[in-house]
């Protein structure tokens, strides 16, 4: 519990400084002279570059445990801010966003993988994956008026260097904090107990990753629509404030911890039916408040991320999780890539809004069905069939 508790504060803080920047980094390419279709490829090529790390990180975690690489992802993000406040071109933003991109990918299966391990039981691994979607939405109720606040009072360049520190300190903080017991000793018994890793297959459909890449994919049309809305015309403290009101509603729902006793599957569909919806209001009714249908679908969002991580571990029979995480990060990887991409070349013909529905509403008809795969099951050599979702 006390790795969980460590783990927990620095999350808060990487994923604060995160979200502080989602408010700002399209403003900033905006007074860089970057076209919408460029700033789509801005947002989109960070989701890109998340690909090789992300290949690159499962079978690591595997082998060498989580501390190693949390310490990596954020100290390099960190610096690549610094070097980020002192952009002039829109391209310079672009390397930068793209190799930032790599860096980042490896906290997030790191991260999951380490908090899975720390417990055996179902119902415990349920109650770490919502604290880690509690914390990370704490971090995202605040981080995006305090970026816009920053932003008002340093400007661009005084943001991203306070935002670059703050990520160095933090993966200092996990260098000095994590226990290598706790994390590396992982990594060397998962290598022990999948002595075949490199012939062995992962225990279900690869067509669940649809999930995570078309969840990833309409919140990235998401991030994309918001600032722009009003024809780029809205403030950058009203734009922060309508992204903390997401995470508002995504902090209720992961606040009501009972919710982990109810099986992963009924909540994965409950929340991905909640966001199709939302989406749907956010095209079709423009008479709603925009607050409203953000606070619902923030609601959506708090129910489905943890469901979805725990669902993964179910199927995953709790085995090679830094694969099947990282896995899970590249399907993300890939929405988020797509996601701003196609919003920027089609907002003109059909609003991007109504593309995220479709995807939601047709990847719920995939929503599998198949009772939990065991350790055992999960360790069968490559030759034993994989069963069909």
């Not at 999350?11 to 279709?37: C, K, M, R």
């Not at 460029?38 to 790390?53: D, E, K, N, S, V």
């Not at 914390?135 to 340093?154: C, D, E, R, Y």
């Not at 017991?181 to 459909?205: D, H, I, W, Y």
Request: net charge positive; aromatic share 12%; proline share 6%.
């Amino acid at each position: 519990m006390k790795t969980a508790l460590w783990l927990y504060m620095f999350l808060f803080l990487a994923f604060f400084d995160l979200h502080a920047q989602y408010p700002v980094l399209t403003p900033f390419a905006i007074s860089l002279g970057a076209a919408p279709a460029f700033i789509g490829w801005m947002m989109g090529i960070y989701a890109l570059t998340h690909l090789p790390g992300n290949l690159i990180a499962g079978g690591l975690i595997d082998r060498h445990g989580s501390r190693r690489y949390i310490i990596f992802s954020l100290t390099a993000a960190g610096i690549i801010l610094l070097l980020q406040a002192h952009v002039q071109l829109p391209w310079q933003l672009l390397v930068l966003r793209s190799i930032s991109g790599f860096v980042l990918a490896f906290l997030s299966p790191a991260c999951l993988a380490l908090l899975a391990s720390l417990s055996k039981d179902p119902v415990t691994q349920g109650k770490y994956m919502s604290g880690h979607g509690l914390v990370h939405t704490l971090a995202s109720v605040l981080s995006p008026a305090a970026g816009a606040f920053i932003v008002a009072n340093t400007g661009f360049s005084g943001t991203f260097q306070s935002l670059g520190w703050l990520l160095i300190f933090t993966g200092i903080m996990a260098f000095l904090s994590l226990p290598r017991q706790a994390t590396e000793t992982v990594g060397k018994k998962e290598a022990k107990a999948q002595p075949n890793q490199g012939t062995t297959r992962l225990p279900f459909s690869l067509r669940l990753y649809l999930f995570p890449f078309v969840i990833a994919c309409s919140q990235g049309i998401l991030f994309f629509e918001i600032p722009l809305r009003d024809s780029g015309q809205a403030s950058i403290m009203s734009t922060g404030l309508l992204f903390s009101v997401i995470s508002l509603g995504a902090l209720i729902t992961l606040s009501m911890l009972f919710l982990n006793r109810y099986p992963p599957r009924a909540r994965v569909a409950a929340g991905v039916f909640g966001l199709a919806i939302s989406f749907y209001l956010l095209a079709a009714a423009d008479h709603l408040p925009l607050t409203v249908t953000l606070f619902v679908l923030g609601l959506s969002k708090g129910l489905l991320f943890p469901a979805l991580s725990s669902l993964f571990i179910e199927l995953s029979g709790g085995t090679r999780l830094g694969r099947v995480f990282s896995l899970q990060s590249i399907a993300m990887s890939l929405g988020s890539f797509v996601g701003p991409i196609a919003a920027g070349q089609l907002r003109t013909i059909v609003s991007p809004y109504f593309i995220a529905f479709l995807m939601l509403m047709t990847v719920l008809l995939l929503l599998p069905h198949q009772k939990r795969v065991e350790p055992s099951a999960a360790l069968a050599p490559e030759t034993t069939p994989v069963s069909p979702l």
